[in-house]
C-alpha cells in the first residue's frame, strides 16, 4: 500500500518538457588581422597543389601555411588591391595567376608580373573568374563579357545579348565545354568554336548566380539568390528553396556535399538518390562567428574555410563533430540505449534521440526540485533505473509515442535501508545477464535483477584484503565475469556466481604500477584483454596470459587522469582530464587526440546508433565521428622554407663552406596542415652529427653551431600527433671544406715545398755560379780573341817600326834612298787598332753592366750606334720599333748579342751592299725578341759566295743564345738579316 502511494506521489512530481532542436556546436576557429591575416575582408580562397591556402582580400593576398600568414602586397603603383580569384599553373606549383579588380590578370610567382590587360576598356580588366581549359588556353569572366586568353593574346568573345554584361563564373561542364553564370542567366561556352548561347534566363538582377558539377556526372547544381537549381545535361530537374537570406557562394566538399555562403547562414546540402536535401544550416547558434559568408573553400584535410566582408577568416575543423551543451551533467551516470541517449543533469534527466547528428532532438524529464538524478540504465526489457540524491534507487517504464519516449511511469523504488545502505550514486552498470550493479557508499556492492524489478537486490559486503577499496568502475569479460576497481586499494576484483552465489572469485594485483588512487574506468575486449585507467597512472593494459603493459606521456598520452573507457570493435575509446583520445587498433594502440570542440574532462563514452561515438563532460556531450577521427587523412607535405650559413640563404645547389670562421647552419621548415600546430612535431638528424633521429619537438627552426669540417646531410620528417610518421621526409647536404692548413696533404705538400725551395735555392746558387762563370769566360774568350788579337797585332806594328828604324839608320845616310812610308803606315794602324779596342772594351764593359740588363737600355744602345753609323758614312736610316720592351728583362749575353749582330750586319752593308739606305726593326713579341737590318743594296747570292765569316760569326753568337740568325738576299734586291733570340 505505502509502495502504490509511492508510485502516485512520483507520478504527480514527474513531469515532461519537449524541447527544440538540440543546438550543436561546431569546431570554428576565427583568424583576423590579429593572427596576421592582411585583412579581414576576404574576398577569395584557394589551396594550392603544394597544399597553402592563398587568401584573397580587399589588401592584397595572405599565403597561410597553418602556423603563420605571409602577407603580400600589390606592387608600388599598382591601381588593384581587391583579389576576385585565383588561379594557379599546372606547369608551376605554386605560381598564381590573379584575377584583379581593374588591373586584368596579374601574375605572382614569389614576384609580381606586369598585368596583363585584356582590353582599353575599364570595366574589361575587372576579372571575376578564370579557367584554363586542356589546350591551355585561359577564360576569363569579366563585368565587360567573356574574353579568352591564347598565346598571351587577349580576344574578346562574342555573348548573346544579355541585360547585364558582367560574367560571374566560369567553369568546367562536359568536354570541350564550359558553364558561365551571370546575374541574368546561364550560359555555356564551346571551348572549340568560341560559340557561347544560353541555357536558362534567371531574370534576378543582382544575384551572384554559381554553378557545381557533382561528383556523379550527370548533374550539376546551381545556386541563385534563393534557390539551388538541379540541372540533369541543360534541363532542370529540381528546385530546393533556402530559407531567410541571400546565397550565392557554393563549393563541393570532399565528401561530395554541396556548401553554399548566404547573408544569414551556411546551408549544406546533399544529393541523395537523385534529388538535393538539406542536410543541415549553421549560424550563430551553432557557434559561426558571423553569419555573412563572402567565400567558401574545402581543403584537402576536410577543413571548411569561411571568407567574411569584415570578420576576417573561419575554419570549420572536422564538421561531422559537434557538442551538446548542458548545464551541470552528473556526468558518469549517462547511458544509450535504443530510445537515446540520457542524461542526468542539474536540471533533470535529458533524453536525446535522432536518426542522425544533424536531426537530434532533446527532451527533459523534471522531478521534484530536492531530486536531482545522479545516474541512470536503461535494461532491455524498457525499464529505466535511476539514483537519486538522498532518496535511493528508482525503476521507472518509458511510454513511447511514433518511437520516441513521452513519459516516465514509476514502476518500483528503494530508499535507503539496512537491506540497502545507499548507493555509490554515480555508478550503475548492467551486465549482458541484465544484471545492475550498483557499488555503494559503505564499500560493497549491491545487484538488483532487471528482469524481475520486484526482486529482492543482493548485498555484497567489503571483501576480505580489500576494506580500503570503493569501487568506481565495472566491466564484464567475454564469459560473463564482471570486473569491479576502484580507490583506496590498488586490486581488480572479479566476480562469478558459483553454487548460486554470487562471490568474489579472484583478485588481480598490480603492485606499484597501480597506486591507491586506485582504478578509475575499465573496458575488455573481445580476445579478453583488460584495459584498466587509473586516477594517475595512466593507462594499463593485462593480455590473457598475464602480462601487464603501461601507457603513459611517453607513449602519446596526453593525460594520465583515464576517467572512462570505451571499446569500440578494434579501437579503443578513452575519456581523460585533458578530453577524448582514441586508439585506432588495438593491436597496435596509437593514441589520438582529439580536442578540437572540448578539453573537459570526459567522465563517460558511448556510441550513438548513428555510429556516432559521444562522450559525456560535466557541461556537454561530444560528439565525434570515428571514421572522421580515425580515418587517415591525406599526408600534409612537408618542405623546407631556408637554409642559412652564418646568416646567409643558400642556393639550391650543394653549398662548400670554407671553415676559417665559426660555422652556423640553421634549417626552417614546415609541414603544411591545418589541423593545428600542436597536431604535427618533427624530428630531425644530421648525418656526420648524429647517429639517430633526434627527439620529437614543436620546433620548426633548427641551428648547428661550431661544425668541424666534413660532410653533412640534414634530414627532418613530421610525425602526425597520432603518432603517423609522415612518408615524405626532406634532406638537404653541405659540406664545410677545413682550411688549407688543416688537410690531410697540408703537411707533406709543406714539407715538400721545404725541401723543393731548398733544391731549387741550391740548384739556383749552382746556375748562378755558372752562369756566372759562362760569363767570365765569355769575357775571356772576347778578351781574347777580340782585345788580344789587336794588341798582337799592336805588337807587330811596334816591331815592325823598331825595326824599320834600325834598318834606316845602317843604310846610306841620304833620306831619299830610305822606304819613307812604312813608319807612317804602320803608325797610322796602330791608331786605328787603338780605335778599334776601346770600342770592343765599351761593348764589353756596357754588355756586362747590371744597369743594362734592362731592354729599352740595349734598344737605345742600337739607335745611338746606328744614328752615328749612318751619319758617319751618308746613309739613311729608318727605325721601327714594335711591343713592350719594359715587360722583359735581358741579360748581357744577349744584350752583348744583339748589339754585335747589328754592328756586324752593318759593317756588312758598307763593305759590300753598296747600299744609302737602311731599315732597322725591333720587335718584342710574347716570348722573343726580333731585329731585322735590310739595306736596298746590290744583294748577293749566299750559295755562290761560300762561307763568309761575318754570317758565321752572327750565326755563332745567335746559337749561344739558342737564337737564330736568317739572312735573306738576292742580286740586285739588297739583304736583310734577322736575329731572333728568347726572352
Not at 9 to 27: D, G, I, K, N, W
Not at 110 to 122: K, T, V, Y
Not at 136 to 141: M, R, S
Not at 607 to 616: K, P
Request: net charge neutral.
Amino acid at each position: 500500500m505505502n509502495i502504490l502511494r509511492l508510485h502516485r506521489t512520483l507520478c504527480l512530481l514527474l513531469f515532461l518538457t519537449v524541447l527544440p532542436a538540440a543546438a550543436q556546436e561546431y569546431a570554428f576557429r576565427t583568424f583576423t588581422v590579429h593572427d596576421g591575416l592582411i585583412s579581414n575582408y576576404v574576398t577569395t580562397l584557394e589551396q594550392d597543389s603544394r597544399g597553402y591556402l592563398w587568401i584573397g582580400t580587399d589588401e592584397g593576398f595572405s599565403i597561410y601555411d597553418g602556423h603563420h600568414f605571409m602577407n603580400v602586397h600589390p606592387p608600388e603603383g599598382s591601381v588593384w588591391g581587391y583579389v576576385n580569384r585565383f588561379l594557379e599553373l599546372p606547369s608551376s606549383p605554386g605560381t598564381m595567376l590573379i584575377a584583379t579588380n581593374g588591373s586584368g590578370i596579374v601574375r605572382y610567382d614569389g614576384n609580381f608580373s606586369a598585368p596583363l590587360l585584356l582590353d582599353s576598356i575599364e570595366s574589361s580588366n575587372r576579372v571575376n573568374d578564370l579557367y584554363e581549359d586542356e589546350t591551355g588556353t585561359l577564360w576569363c569572366a569579366t563585368d565587360n563579357g567573356l574574353y579568352r586568353v591564347r598565346n598571351g593574346v587577349p580576344q574578346r568573345i562574342a555573348v548573346p545579348s544579355l541585360s547585364a554584361r558582367a560574367l560571374i563564373q566560369i567553369s568546367p561542364a562536359s568536354s570541350g565545354t564550359a558553364w558561365i553564370t551571370s546575374p541574368t542567366a546561364l550560359l555555356s561556352v564551346d571551348l572549340r568554336t568560341d560559340r557561347v548561347r544560353v541555357v536558362l534566363r534567371t531574370n534576378i538582377e543582382g544575384t551572384n548566380d554559381q554553378i557545381v558539377p557533382m561528383p556523379d556526372g550527370e548533374h550539376t547544381v546551381m545556386t541563385t539568390r534563393n534557390a539551388l537549381l538541379l540541372f540533369r545535361k541543360d534541363s532542370i530537374v529540381q528546385r530546393l528553396e533556402f530559407r531567410e537570406g541571400e546565397y550565392g557562394n557554393t563549393i563541393l566538399d570532399t565528401n561530395g556535399d554541396l556548401w553554399i555562403g548566404g547573408t544569414k547562414r551556411v546551408v549544406r546540402a546533399g544529393l541523395r538518390r537523385g534529388k538535393l536535401i538539406v542536410l543541415g544550416d549553421y549560424d550563430r547558434g551553432n557557434g559561426v562567428p558571423v553569419n555573412d559568408v563572402s567565400c567558401l573553400k574545402g581543403d584537402r584535410e576536410n577543413n571548411l574555410w569561411f571568407g567574411t566582408p569584415g570578420k576576417g577568416l573561419v575554419r570549420l575543423h572536422d564538421h561531422e563533430n559537434f557538442l551538446l551543451r548542458f548545464n551541470g551533467s552528473t556526468s558518469r551516470g549517462t547511458a544509450e540505449s535504443r530510445s537515446g541517449l540520457w542524461m542526468p543533469t542539474l536540471s533533470g534527466l535529458y533524453n536525446i534521440s535522432g536518426d542522425t547528428p544533424g536531426a537530434l532532438q532533446q527532451r527533459r524529464f523534471t522531478f521534484r526540485q530536492d531530486l536531482l538524478p545522479i545516474a541512470v540504465q536503461v535494461s532491455s526489457n524498457g525499464l529505466l533505473w535511476c539514483t537519486t540524491y538522498g532518496e535511493g534507487l528508482s525503476v521507472y517504464r518509458m511510454k513511447l509515442s511514433n518511437g520516441r519516449v513521452t513519459a516516465l511511469e514509476p514502476v518500483r523504488h528503494w530508499r535507503r535501508s539496512n537491506l540497502f545502505p545507499g548507493v555509490y550514486t554515480t555508478i550503475l552498470f548492467l551486465d549482458s545477464r541484465q544484471r545492475l550493479w550498483c557499488s555503494t557508499d559503505s564499500g560493497g556492492v549491491m545487484i538488483v535483477d532487471t528482469r524481475h524489478p520486484g526482486s529482492s537486490p543482493r548485498l555484497l559486503d567489503r571483501f576480505p584484503g580489500t576494506e580500503d577499496l570503493n569501487i568506481a568502475a565495472f566491466a564484464e569479460t567475454p564469459d560473463g565475469r564482471v570486473l569491479a576497481g576502484g580507490n583506496g586499494s590498488p586490486v581488480l576484483l572479479e566476480f562469478a556466481e558459483e553454487q548460486g552465489r554470487m562471490q568474489v572469485h579472484r583478485v588481480y594485483r598490480f603492485g606499484d604500477s597501480i597506486s591507491n588512487a586506485g582504478i578509475r574506468s575499465l573496458a575488455v575486449t573481445q580476445e579478453g584483454s583488460m584495459w584498466i585507467g587509473t586516477r594517475y597512472d595512466g593507462l594499463l593494459r593485462r593480455r590473457p596470459d598475464g602480462t601487464v603493459r603501461k601507457y603513459g606521456y611517453a607513449d602519446g598520452l596526453h593525460s594520465q587522469q583515464i576517467l572512462s573507457l570505451f571499446v569500440d570493435g578494434n579501437a579503443l575509446w578513452i575519456g581523460t582530464q585533458s578530453g577524448m583520445e582514441c586508439v585506432p587498433d588495438i593491436a597496435a594502440p596509437r593514441f589520438i587526440r582529439s580536442t578540437e570542440l572540448t578539453g573537459s574532462p570526459v567522465y563517460t563514452i558511448g556510441r550513438f546508433s548513428s555510429a556516432s561515438v559521444w562522450g559525456m563532460t560535466r557541461y556537454e556531450v561530444v560528439v565525434n565521428d570515428p571514421q572522421a577521427l580515425t580515418i587517415p587523412k591525406i599526408t600534409p607535405p612537408l618542405y623546407l622554407t631556408s637554409f642559412l650559413v652564418n646568416g646567409i640563404p643558400q642556393g639550391d645547389e650543394e653549398p662548400e663552406i670554407l671553415r676559417t670562421e665559426l660555422i652556423s647552419c640553421s634549417f626552417s621548415f614546415t609541414c603544411v596542415t591545418f589541423r593545428g600546430n600542436a597536431d604535427v612535431k618533427y624530428q630531425y638528424r644530421l648525418d656526420g652529427l648524429h647517429t639517430d633521429w633526434q627527439p620529437l619537438t614543436s620546433e620548426r627552426s633548427m641551428t648547428f653551431a661550431q661544425l668541424g669540417a666534413g660532410r653533412f646531410t640534414f634530414h627532418v620528417r613530421g610525425v602526425l600527433d597520432n603518432g603517423t610518421v609522415l612518408t615524405e621526409t626532406v634532406t638537404r647536404s653541405f659540406m664545410v671544406v677545413p682550411p688549407l692548413w688543416d688537410r690531410w696533404w697540408f703537411t707533406p705538400l709543406l714539407l715538400l715545398l721545404v725541401l723543393s725551395g731548398v733544391a731549387g735555392a741550391y740548384n739556383f746558387r749552382i746556375r748562378q755560379r755558372l752562369a756566372l762563370e759562362r760569363v767570365r769566360l765569355s769575357i775571356a774568350a772576347d778578351l781574347h780573341d777580340d782585345i788580344g788579337s789587336v794588341l798582337a797585332r799592336i805588337a807587330n806594328l811596334a816591331d815592325i817600326l823598331v825595326m824599320s828604324g834600325t834598318a834606316v839608320r845602317k843604310r846610306s845616310a841620304s833620306p831619299r834612298t830610305a822606304k819613307r812610308g812604312l813608319p807612317q803606315q804602320s803608325a797610322q794602324t796602330i791608331a786605328d787598332l787603338s780605335r778599334e779596342l776601346l770600342e770592343k772594351m765599351s761593348d764589353v764593359v756596357w754588355s756586362v753592366d747590371p744597369r743594362n740588363d734592362d731592354p729599352r737600355r740595349l734598344l737605345q744602345r742600337v739607335q745611338t750606334y746606328c744614328t752615328e753609323f749612318a751619319e758617319h758614312h751618308h746613309l739613311t736610316l729608318r727605325f721601327d720599333i714594335s711591343g713592350e720592351f719594359q715587360r722583359f728583362h735581358i741579360d748581357p749575353q744577349r744584350s752583348r748579342a744583339v748589339l754585335l749582330v747589328v754592328k756586324e750586319a752593318l759593317t756588312n752593308v758598307l763593305k759590300h751592299s753598296e747600299a744609302d739606305s737602311i731599315d732597322i726593326s725591333l720587335a718584342v713579341m710574347s716570348d722573343a725578341l726580333s731585329v731585322s737590318v735590310t739595306d736596298n743594296g746590290k744583294g748577293f747570292d749566299e750559295r755562290s759566295v761560300g762561307r763568309v765569316n761575318g754570317i758565321y760569326n752572327m750565326r755563332k753568337r745567335a746559337e749561344m743564345c739558342r737564337g737564330s740568325v736568317t739572312v735573306t738576299s738576292s742580286a740586285g734586291t739588297g739583304t736583310t738579316v734577322t736575329m731572333t733570340i728568347p726572352l
